[in-house]
Protein backbone atom coordinates (compact mmCIF):
# COMPACT_ATOMS: atom_id res chain seq x y z
CA UNK A 1 0.00 0.00 0.00
CA UNK A 2 1.37 3.22 -0.82
CA UNK A 3 1.58 5.68 1.71
CA UNK A 4 2.49 9.87 1.48
CA UNK A 5 4.07 12.10 3.68
CA UNK A 6 3.80 15.39 3.83
CA UNK A 7 6.07 18.00 5.24
CA UNK A 8 7.32 21.42 5.59
CA UNK A 9 4.24 23.24 6.85
CA UNK A 10 4.42 26.41 8.88
CA UNK A 11 3.30 29.70 10.01
CA UNK A 12 4.77 32.34 7.81
CA UNK A 13 4.14 36.32 7.36
CA UNK A 14 2.46 37.31 4.09
CA UNK A 15 5.23 37.76 0.74
CA UNK A 16 7.05 34.36 2.96
CA UNK A 17 7.93 31.45 1.30
CA UNK A 18 7.48 27.82 2.22
CA UNK A 19 8.49 24.95 0.55
CA UNK A 20 5.72 21.19 0.67
CA UNK A 21 7.40 17.65 0.28
CA UNK A 22 5.80 15.05 -0.49
CA UNK A 23 7.55 11.49 0.16
CA UNK A 24 6.05 8.36 -1.73
CA UNK A 25 6.80 4.78 -0.20
CA UNK A 26 6.93 2.20 -2.90
CA UNK A 27 8.16 1.59 -6.34
CA UNK A 28 5.56 3.25 -8.43
CA UNK A 29 6.04 7.24 -7.86
CA UNK A 30 7.33 7.59 -11.11
CA UNK A 31 4.10 5.93 -12.84
CA UNK A 32 2.04 8.34 -11.17
CA UNK A 33 0.78 11.84 -12.09
CA UNK A 34 1.32 13.67 -8.19
CA UNK A 35 -1.10 16.68 -7.25
CA UNK A 36 -1.05 18.73 -4.46
CA UNK A 37 -4.65 20.17 -3.03
CA UNK A 38 -5.56 22.47 -0.16
CA UNK A 39 -8.69 22.74 2.10
CA UNK A 40 -9.57 25.11 5.08
CA UNK A 41 -12.49 24.27 7.39
CA UNK A 42 -15.92 24.64 5.60
CA UNK A 43 -15.23 24.64 2.24
CA UNK A 44 -14.59 21.59 -0.32
CA UNK A 45 -11.35 20.36 -1.42
CA UNK A 46 -9.45 22.34 -3.96
CA UNK A 47 -7.01 21.79 -6.70
CA UNK A 48 -3.48 23.96 -6.40
CA UNK A 49 -1.19 22.00 -8.48
CA UNK A 50 -0.43 18.67 -10.18
CA UNK A 51 2.81 17.09 -12.67
CA UNK A 52 3.22 14.40 -14.85
CA UNK A 53 4.91 11.60 -13.99
CA UNK A 54 8.11 12.68 -15.77
CA UNK A 55 7.19 16.37 -14.85
CA UNK A 56 6.68 17.88 -18.37
CA UNK A 57 3.26 18.73 -18.09
CA UNK A 58 1.98 21.11 -14.99
CA UNK A 59 -0.76 22.29 -13.76
CA UNK A 60 -1.68 25.36 -12.30
CA UNK A 61 -4.79 26.61 -10.05
CA UNK A 62 -5.33 30.43 -11.20
CA UNK A 63 -5.11 31.78 -7.73
CA UNK A 64 -1.42 30.40 -7.18
CA UNK A 65 -0.41 31.03 -11.23
CA UNK A 66 3.48 32.61 -10.81
CA UNK A 67 3.65 32.05 -7.29
CA UNK A 68 3.77 28.25 -6.49
CA UNK A 69 6.26 25.93 -8.38
CA UNK A 70 5.34 22.57 -8.62
CA UNK A 71 8.26 19.84 -8.95
CA UNK A 72 9.32 16.34 -8.19
CA UNK A 73 12.37 14.13 -8.28
CA UNK A 74 11.67 10.41 -8.90
CA UNK A 75 14.78 9.08 -7.44
CA UNK A 76 13.91 10.46 -4.23
CA UNK A 77 10.20 9.38 -4.11
CA UNK A 78 9.21 13.10 -3.72
CA UNK A 79 7.32 15.78 -4.80
CA UNK A 80 7.75 19.33 -3.83
CA UNK A 81 5.69 22.86 -3.53
CA UNK A 82 7.57 25.79 -3.70
CA UNK A 83 5.83 28.57 -2.15
CA UNK A 84 6.24 32.51 -2.47
CA UNK A 85 5.23 35.45 -2.36
CA UNK A 86 2.25 33.90 0.32
CA UNK A 87 -1.09 35.42 1.17
CA UNK A 88 -3.22 34.95 4.08
CA UNK A 89 -5.64 33.79 1.98
CA UNK A 90 -3.48 30.59 1.32
CA UNK A 91 -3.76 29.54 4.55
CA UNK A 92 -5.42 25.60 4.40
CA UNK A 93 -4.31 22.42 5.17
CA UNK A 94 -2.37 20.98 2.24
CA UNK A 95 -2.73 17.51 0.81
CA UNK A 96 -0.50 15.70 -1.83
CA UNK A 97 -2.22 12.82 -3.54
CA UNK A 98 -1.49 10.56 -6.35
CA UNK A 99 -3.62 10.04 -9.61
CA UNK A 100 -5.62 6.92 -9.76
CA UNK A 101 -4.75 5.56 -13.34
CA UNK A 102 -0.86 5.34 -13.99
CA UNK A 103 0.37 7.32 -17.21
CA UNK A 104 -2.30 9.51 -17.03
CA UNK A 105 -1.60 13.25 -16.96
CA UNK A 106 -2.26 16.21 -14.55
CA UNK A 107 -5.83 17.00 -13.66
CA UNK A 108 -7.25 19.04 -11.68
CA UNK A 109 -10.69 16.97 -10.60
CA UNK A 110 -9.68 15.93 -6.72
CA UNK A 111 -12.08 12.58 -7.58
CA UNK A 112 -9.21 11.57 -9.88
CA UNK A 113 -6.92 10.97 -7.25
CA UNK A 114 -7.40 8.28 -4.91
CA UNK A 115 -4.08 8.14 -2.57
CA UNK A 116 -3.70 10.95 0.00
CA UNK A 117 -1.55 12.09 2.72
CA UNK A 118 -2.35 13.10 6.21
CA UNK A 119 -1.64 16.98 5.01
CA UNK A 120 0.45 19.91 6.48
CA UNK A 121 -0.86 23.03 7.80
CA UNK A 122 -0.12 25.84 6.09
CA UNK A 123 -0.49 29.35 8.33
CA UNK A 124 0.12 33.02 6.62
CA UNK A 125 -0.40 35.58 8.98
CA UNK A 126 -1.17 39.58 7.86
Known amino acids: QVQLVESGGGLVQAGGSLRLSCAAS????????MGWFRQVPGKEREFVAAISRIGNSLRYADSVKGRFTISRDNAKNTVYLQMNSLKPEDTAVYYC???????????????????WGQGTQVTVSS
Open 26 to 33: GRTFSSYT
Open 97 to 115: ARRKVSFAGPTIEVEEYDV
